[in-house]
């Protein structure tokens, strides 16, 4: 019983990890969909991150039945290429809902660099705020 309460505890800690990235990318969603309303970015930068989300969804959701069926499989590579150019909020999502490459570490470690370099990337270009904030303390 020991051993079945400590694979319980780790699976629980994995699904709390993903949660918080699901609310990490509605919170980041919806910081793009407010600098929209308030005129402080452009509509095509939120379109991009939906739609790439979805492709990346998608991309997910193949490798996940090709991984089933032992079929071909989608590179490591291109999903991670997928959310670093802006469909991680889609990645994370699917992580959830396929339950897919959400136990591997190392796939999760470069996922969240990705994350983490798309973020940096756009809140330097494109947040004008921020970017005035980022370049007062330099």
């Known amino acids: 019983m020991a051993h079945h309460t400590v694979k319980q505890g780790k699976n629980r800690r994995v699904r709390n990890s993903n949660n918080a990235s699901i609310y990490f990318a ?3 969603i919806m910081s793009v969909g407010l600098l929209v309303v308030f005129n402080e970015l452009a509509i095509h ?3 991009g ?3 790439l989300s979805i492709i990346t969804m998608i991309m997910y959701g ?4 090709a991984a089933e069926k032992g079929h071909w499989r989608t590179p490591e590579l291109t999903l991670q290429l997928l959310a670093l150019i802006g469909g991680w909020p889609g990645a994370v999502w699917a992580q959830q809902k396929f339950r897919h490459k959400s136990r591997k570490l190392s796939f999760r470690i470069q996922l969240w660099l990705m994350i983490i370099f798309n973020v940096s990337a756009f809140v330097w270009f494109c947040v004008p705020l921020a970017n005035s904030f980022i370049q007062s303390w330099f």
Request: hydrophobic share 70%; no cysteine.
């Open 26 to 28: 509605l919170l980041f």
């Open 45 to 47: 930068f939120l379109a």
């Open 49 to 51: 991150y939906v739609v």
């Open 62 to 65: 193949w490798d996940k039945k």
